[in-house]
């Protein structure tokens, strides 16, 4: 028998994500079992033509601003995206959707953002925001008259992000809650350069730098739960006795093997799970001689497809002078919705004929594939609402992750959302409960130090900011993280081993950027935030700082004024709330 901290089951995005932040992020003994030879689960990379192609468009999901990427330098080092437009094919010709700048949706000639706008907030005076994930894409856009541009938008999102062309029963408010992360993120949409071969090489080196990590072809035959508590886990190869256990698996696995023992999880959950239907697509790649391809994303409606060149992105994928197009069409919950698959690819051949000039006279070879897209099939009646937990209320130690538990996004992004999610188990401590925080403390026991970003304690820091700034305004975790995270300087206040406070600054010349001053609510009128501010402002002073500004939440300027700063300019709405630029000379 061994014993370990964490025991994951699956090697897909989410169980190896997770792993791999464990690894580089905490001191906790991780065991990964997965029972094929290599890492990815449904994200993989198939040899096709000479070289090694993504199956299926998961990828395209990826960017700079994703989750995958929040994870931070340690995981993600080395990996890098390419961002991405996409264009809609109507009456004969191509009309972008958006570019790969920020900006360009104001000005894409296809994507009626004032009319999406106006509708939504239509639909927001007449409905609570959990009532919109209960509204179809067809009848949100009838009810609330949106423009027909709006409607198209919407349906080659719910064809890209949720696989689904059922738009009587997709719902739209996964759609708006996809979109309004992407927009608070700005240009999650790109492609991985290497493709996921590239993602999955670095995981793996990074697992197989920790002996006896990762258990390639080892699978799970039994999980023993004793007194609501997994007591261990006994695979095909050997027993384990691990502290917490994580299923990285999608529920029809977890249901078709018996992974857990019946009447251990409560009813709830179990409905939960069992309600995750796993969705289709069909998937065509295509070798295609010759350089000219387009290099963003193509959507058509009639019939529902996107197609992308994954080549425009990784030239290295495919020989010099040759062209990976992947054409993909969503079949739902029924992976034989299309009787004839061969006889579709050559129909979806001939409409992107009609796109790319001259394609059916280029293509050396082709390969068609109906592959598992998403873990869980999500509508009106089944959605973000109705997800299963990311911790499993009924077992104590019981975790799960994967692109069907509840946490925003879609396909990739939310796998790997699910890995930041899972913080329970991400950090090296036993974090206190609410009624031992409580105990009379003044701010002269507490210590303030800088720190890295590969300090262990900078996790805790991260969960910090994320349960302190982002969700009580609703954001998910990773949207604490700034583009310039890890150049900034880190202070942190300490409780013992435990950060209950943070304040971060990133310098720019003679001037800087005080942001994310951050203590936990037990903490706060005891003077902790005025001493990180203090210890701050003598740090900086030392760098040759002479100004320090920041973005000041309305509500708490007065904080700012009592330690010297004033405003400047007018109030401005920064993550759907009132700030105030404010500064101060530190000379």
């Not at 009838?142 to 738009?167: H, I, K, P, Q, T």
């Not at 998403?374 to 299963?388: C, R």
């Not at 998910?476 to 900034?488: I, K, L």
Request: hydrophobic share 40%; proline share 5%; with cysteine.
């Amino acid at each position: 028998m061994k014993k370990c901290d964490v025991f994951i089951v699956g090697a897909g995005a989410a169980g190896a994500s997770l792993g791999c932040l464990l690894a580089t992020r905490t001191g906790l003994d991780v065991i990964i079992v997965e029972a094929s030879d290599r890492l990815g689960g449904r994200a993989r990379a198939v040899p096709f033509a000479d070289g090694l192609i993504d199956s299926g468009l998961h990828a395209l999901l990826l960017g700079k601003r994703s989750s995958l990427f929040a994870m931070g330098r340690p995981v993600t080092q080395g990996l890098s995206v390419k961002p991405l437009g996409a264009s809609i094919f109507q009456r004969g010709r191509l009309r972008q959707l958006f570019g790969r700048r920020p900006f360009s949706i104001f000005r894409a000639e296809a994507f009626d953002l004032p009319s999406l706008i106006a509708t939504t907030a239509r639909a927001l005076r007449k409905n609570p925001r959990k009532a919109l994930y209960r509204i179809s894409l067809d009848e949100f856009c009838e009810r609330f008259r949106a423009s027909n541009d709006a409607r198209d938008s919407l349906r080659c999102f719910s064809v890209g992000l949720l696989a689904s062309a059922d738009f009587h029963r997709v719902s739209i408010g996964e759609i708006l809650a996809y979109l309004a992360l992407a927009a608070r993120r700005i240009g999650m949409l790109g492609y991985p350069i290497g493709g996921w071969n590239s993602i999955w090489e670095r995981f793996k080196n990074i697992l197989e730098a920790k002996s006896g990590r990762l258990r390639l072809k080892e699978c799970l035959q039994e999980l023993r739960i004793k007194n609501g508590r997994v007591a261990a886990c006994i695979t095909d190869k050997e027993t384990y006795l691990p502290v917490r256990v994580v299923l990285a698996v999608p529920p029809k696995s977890i249901e078709e093997q018996g992974l857990i023992p019946a009447g251990s999880l409560d009813q709830d959950t179990l409905a939960r799970l069992g309600r995750c239907r796993m969705t289709y697509g069909l998937n065509v790649d295509i070798l295609i001689e010759g350089k000219d391809m387009p290099d963003n994303v193509i959507f058509t409606l009639d019939p529902p497809t996107l197609a992308f060149a994954p080549t425009t992105a990784s030239p290295n994928l495919i020989g010099h002078g040759r062209h990976i197009l992947t054409i993909f069409t969503p079949l739902g919950t029924n992976p034989d919705a299309e009787p004839n698959p061969e006889s579709k690819a050559g129909s979806l051949i001939e409409l992107y004929d009609q796109i790319i000039r001259g394609l059916k006279g280029r293509i050396i070879d082709r390969m068609v594939s109906v592959l598992p897209v998403t873990g869980a099939d999500v509508s009106v009646e089944f959605n973000y609402l109705d997800l299963p937990p990311v911790k499993c209320p009924s077992v104590s130690n019981l975790y799960m992750v994967g692109d069907w538990v509840k946490v925003l996004g879609a396909g990739g992004e939310r796998a790997f959302a699910s890995a930041l999610r899972c913080h329970q188990i991400r950090c090296n401590y036993k974090r206190p409960s609410v009624k031992a925080t409580m105990k009379k403390i003044s701010a002269q026991e507490i210590t303030i130090k800088e720190i890295p970003t590969d300090d262990p304690l900078y996790l805790q820091e991260r969960e910090l900011r994320a349960k302190v700034l982002r969700e009580p305004l609703g954001l998910a975790p990773g949207t604490e993280v700034f583009p310039f995270e890890y150049e900034a300087h880190h202070y942190v206040a300490l409780d013992k081993n435990r950060v209950i406070g943070c304040v971060l600054f990133h310098q720019r010349g003679d001037e800087g950027k005080l942001f994310q001053t951050a203590v936990y609510p037990e903490y706060q009128s005891k003077g902790i935030g005025k001493r990180l501010v203090k210890f701050l402002e003598d740090e900086v002073r030392k760098m040759g700082v002479k100004k320090i500004f920041l973005h000041s939440r309305y509500v708490v300027k007065d904080f700012y004024k009592k330690l010297g700063y004033e405003e400047e300019g007018g109030m401005f709405i920064e993550v759907g709330v009132e700030h105030i630029r404010m500064v101060k000379s530190v000379k």
